[in-house]
């Protein structure tokens, strides 16, 4: 499956913007999507990810309560939908696939390119 994370922009602090990951091919039942960032400078860290199959999620820290994953089974996309957005959320974001339900970067796959998401102050 390939993935293509898209929906990035400029944004205020405080505002909310959607990201959206198209997938092209098939996505088992079994699979996790993810979403993770990387700012400059940084390692690419953890975001959210989601079970495709069944809605069991889990969040970063740093972002629960402000970021919502979900996913459109029939459209083959996955969303990020982030609120509340802070400086330092600013960065490229990326969603990946797994076969793992966990938050661990080395264990997803198919990283499509990622989305800038810039947050002014």
């Known amino acids: 499956v390939q993935l293509q994370a898209s929906g990035g922009g400029l944004v205020q602090a405080g505002g909310s913007l959607r990201l959206s990951c198209a997938a092209s091919?098939?996505?088992?039942?079994?699979?996790?999507m993810g979403w993770f960032r990387q700012a400059p400078g940084k390692e690419r860290e953890f975001v959210a990810a989601?079970?495709?199959?069944?809605?069991?999620?889990i969040y970063a820290d740093s972002v629960k309560g402000r970021f919502t994953i979900s996913r459109n089974s029939a459209q083959n996309t996955a969303y990020l939908q982030l609120t509340s957005v802070k400086p330092e959320d600013t960065a490229v974001y990326y969603c990946?696939?797994?076969?793992?339900?966990?938050?661990?970067?080395?264990?997803?796959?198919?990283w499509g390119q990622g989305t800038q998401v810039t947050v002014s102050s």
């Open positions: 990946a696939a797994s076969t793992q339900f966990t938050t661990e970067t080395r264990e997803y796959f198919n």
């Open positions: 091919g098939r996505i088992y039942s079994s699979y996790v």
């Open positions: 989601m079970r495709w199959s069944r809605p069991s999620t």
